[in-house]
């Protein structure tokens, strides 16, 4: 069994194998769509193919919808070219439900796959076209926090960037450089309607990507490099918009143990990837049943009916108030927690981390007790119902192989929104009192300790990749495990620049009153073989 477009004319086998297939002309719906896309994705990841692609081929399935998408890769070509173009667009969905049972489906929504790629002229050349349609009513974007970052660790601007700012939308290479070259190809096709939708995990990441297009479009403008008008256009016109959104199914890398599952049916060339830019790719993609898409209604385009296919349209406010209830306490704060100690406490699964009682009070404290003081209800979903599912249903489910690897990557990133927002509420609460937080400092410790790539056993360990490592390793020279070295002072001295940094935690930790009980916290750990999990129980 081969996962190309051949499985249109063997779907019998298929269907034998317990595999929902498409309902529709693949053909047919691939025609239609590259002559009149109406939604272009970019980041070919994991997220895209379990969520977004599925909420369109059962639309497709329901002949509510009879176009598919488009998808681009503007930072890892390798999965285009190793697992779309391979595999004619198609992937494997893997439900993964708490009861044990497993949903199969052979998604088909997706009907073309472009490398965005300056070099790539082709490809590029296409990209121009669907951006110069009118019938392109939204450009969505899955492509991790540090894609919208114009600056590094220090605040210079990235080389790329600077380049490109300096060199004009002809052939730039920086991801958001490339994707206001074609912002600037709609103004200049006749500067029609586009809502350019950012569905990542960063708060307020319409905001986050709206200011990174604005800084080209402004530089661009200002050196005459584009026509006047199109600073306006992207910034004042009301044409391109930049909603917010909140995003959530966890969506671990594509597993092994899934594989087996799809290798036992017949399926064949199945084996998960690893890009040169560590990205952990296969023909199909491994979820969870749970997943929510709730997006601000501002489309000037107008946008396909994507409510019957279960996403939730609204005002900006709720999807403030959904989004800091999943991203900054009841969900993205508790997976961190468990990532750094996970990989400190030698742990590879999730789901196991929860079984181990400190960790698990870890979390329910974090969440509970820390967090949920501080969440506004945004009414359309209840705070407590949804944590009580993350933590009783869908972090310990025992079927979903996500791993505190996966979920360490980037940290340094992550932080901030995770918990700085919820430090940022204290302070600016009457009621509450920024020196009542025990468990985030904890966390934050856990980052340092996390940080010296030494598990609690003494053994080391891989670090996740993270874009910050460079500047951050250095500071963890010189401090080891169980050493008579390890002075307050000493230990105070080295961490204090990463303490005081607004960019990493959201606030100056020693602004905000917790950079001496993450010192001490993070002395404990340094104790010896042993001392992270000693801490943890000493104060959880
Ligand atoms: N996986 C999940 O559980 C999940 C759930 C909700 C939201 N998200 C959001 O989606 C994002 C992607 O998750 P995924 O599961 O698809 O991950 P993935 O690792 O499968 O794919 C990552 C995608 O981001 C791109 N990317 C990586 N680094 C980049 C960079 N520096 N610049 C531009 N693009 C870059 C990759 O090329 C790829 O397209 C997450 O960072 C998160 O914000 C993920
Ligand atoms: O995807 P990231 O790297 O931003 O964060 C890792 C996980 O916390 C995240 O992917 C969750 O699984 C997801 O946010 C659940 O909806």
Request: proline letters at 6%; a negative charge.
């Amino acid at each position: 069994m081969r996962l190309n477009q051949t499985i249109m004319n063997n779907e019998k086998e298929w269907i034998e194998k317990g595999y929902a297939i498409p309902l529709y002309d693949r053909r047919a719906v691939a025609e239609k769509t590259k002559s009149a896309p109406y939604w272009i994705h970019f980041g070919a990841g994991n997220i895209f193919r379990a969520f977004q692609a599925n909420v369109v081929q059962n639309l497709l399935n329901e002949r509510i919808l009879d176009k598919g998408l488009i998808v681009a890769e503007g930072f890892d070509y390798e999965i285009i070219q190793k697992m779309n173009h391979p595999h004619d667009d198609l992937s494997i969905l893997v439900t993964l439900k708490a009861d044990g049972s497993v949903e199969k489906t052979v998604v088909g929504s997706v009907v073309e796959s472009l490398c965005a790629d300056t070099q790539n002229h082709e490809d590029f050349f296409r990209l121009r076209e669907i951006f110069a349609n009118t019938s392109l009513q939204m450009v969505s974007f899955t492509i991790t926090e540090k894609g919208y970052l114009l600056t590094d660790g220090k605040g210079n601007t990235l080389s790329s960037v600077a380049a490109d700012m300096e060199n004009g939308p002809e052939k730039p290479k920086s991801y958001i450089g490339k994707i206001t070259s074609l912002l600037y190809t709609r103004f200049q096709a006749g500067a029609t309607p586009v809502a350019m939708v950012s569905m990542d995990n960063c708060s307020h990441n319409g905001n986050r990507l709206y200011e990174a297009v604005y800084a080209f479009a402004d530089k661009w403008s200002e050196s005459g490099l584009t026509e006047k008008g199109f600073k306006d256009y992207i910034g004042n016109s009301g044409k391109v918009s930049f909603p917010w959104t909140m995003i959530d199914k966890i969506t671990p890398r594509p597993d092994p143990s899934i594989e087996e599952i799809l290798k036992k049916d017949g399926v064949e060339e199945t084996a998960p990837v690893i890009t040169d830019k560590h990205t952990y790719v296969a023909p199909f993609v491994n979820a969870e049943e749970c997943q929510y898409l709730v997006i601000e209604d501002d489309f000037p385009n107008g946008r396909p009916p994507l409510e019957k296919g279960g996403i939730i349209f609204t005002d900006r406010e709720t999807v403030d108030k959904v989004e800091k209830m999943k991203v900054c306490t009841c969900l993205n704060p508790l997976h961190t927690a468990l990532a750094v100690f996970g990989c400190v406490l030698g742990y590879d699964l999730i789901s196991k981390e929860m079984k181990d009682d400190v960790l698990r009070r870890l979390v329910e404290e974090i969440g509970y007790e820390e967090g949920l003081p501080v969440v506004i209800d945004p009414g359309i979903l209840d705070p407590k119902q949804f944590i009580d599912t993350v933590l009783n249903v869908r972090i310990p489910n025992p079927f979903m192989p996500d791993t505190p690897q996966r979920i360490a990557t980037d940290t340094s990133q992550k932080l901030a929104i995770r918990f700085g927002e919820t430090v940022k509420a204290y302070i600016a609460s009457p009621q509450l009192n920024v020196s009542d937080l025990k468990r985030i400092p904890l966390v934050f410790a856990g980052w340092l300790r996390y940080l010296m790539s030494i598990d609690d056993d003494g053994t080391p360990f891989e670090l996740s990749p993270d874009p910050l490592l460079d500047d951050l390793l250095p500071r963890m020279v010189g401090l080891s495990l169980g050493c008579d070295d390890n002075t307050e002072e000493k230990i105070e001295k080295r961490i204090r620049p990463v303490l005081e940094n607004k960019n990493i935690f959201g606030v100056n930790l020693y602004d905000a009153g917790l950079a001496p009980l993450v010192c001490i916290y993070f002395r404990e750990m340094l104790a010896g073989p042993g001392a992270v999990r000693k801490t943890l129980e000493k104060y959880v």
